[in-house]
DNA sequence: AAAGCCATGCAACCGATTTGCAAAGTTATG
DNA sequence: CATAACTTTGCAAATCGGTTGCATGGCTTT
């Protein structure tokens, strides 16, 4: 992606374009599944990994992106569709390939809506299938 | 609960019924939400945290309990419904309250069905939601 | 009673995440 | 332009939940 789209997409979130987080953002932007903070250290030749683990936090506080806890105990992070204000109802289904390790993001599919018991009050959720992806099934 | 419906428990689901698994067996019984490892070790006196580890393992691969990940990083417990077989069909959503921190099965709400992209391949999965519980929402 | 097996307890390790702190870079102010 | 104030970055180290190795102890089997 070039620079003035990144740029653009960090102003939106008011987040100010560094070097570095350009460089994560565009890393990320590349990514056609959600990816661990380790995952993207290795994309890297020689980055500290705490340098990613923040600029990571900033953006997911930014809603720049959001993070999968698809129950592997390593977070995944994907890139927010725009506009996204990461609310219960712009929330997708996450799936987990138990053979590839990747993570997909299934932004077509909403999380279906569950009634809760009297009094309960949803403020997130989060809905993980795991199994085998199109490429591992066959 | 009398030692002899958890040593019919145990026996139901082939583990042998030790002092200690009895004991981890009525602790878990007489929760009303679902509990970390850390909760129960505080729930005893004197207990090695990991033989109470070893002890919730093997209640899971015996499918006595069913673990559940609520996204905070420390993985809750609870007791599977008699005969349970802990498969898709079987699964139950989970509720976990932001401000008590508690984590619900909620048994009676299973999880939606979603049609999964062409190709993929169901086997498990997982639906949290978060919020508030009916304690913490008035 | 001896041999074998399983359960328990303690030490130590592991990977993911998080914090502390100082150095480097940026922005605002005089 | 120079300095102060603030933000970002890099490195070290701590934390935390989960896990493994190994020796001890208890029960079962022969």
Redesign the pocket.
Known sequence: MNDQRLITILHARS??P????LLVLDMLAQQETAI???DLEEQFD??????????L??FEQHKIIH?I?DG?????YALCSEGCECNPGDLHVHFHCQLCKRTFCLTDYTIPAVNLPQKFVLKEMNMVMKGLCEDCST
């Open positions: 987040v100010k560094t070097a570095m987080r661990s903070l380790s020689k980055v500290d990994k705490v340098t990613l683990y923040r600029t936090k900033t993070s806890d592997t105990g390593s977070a995944k």
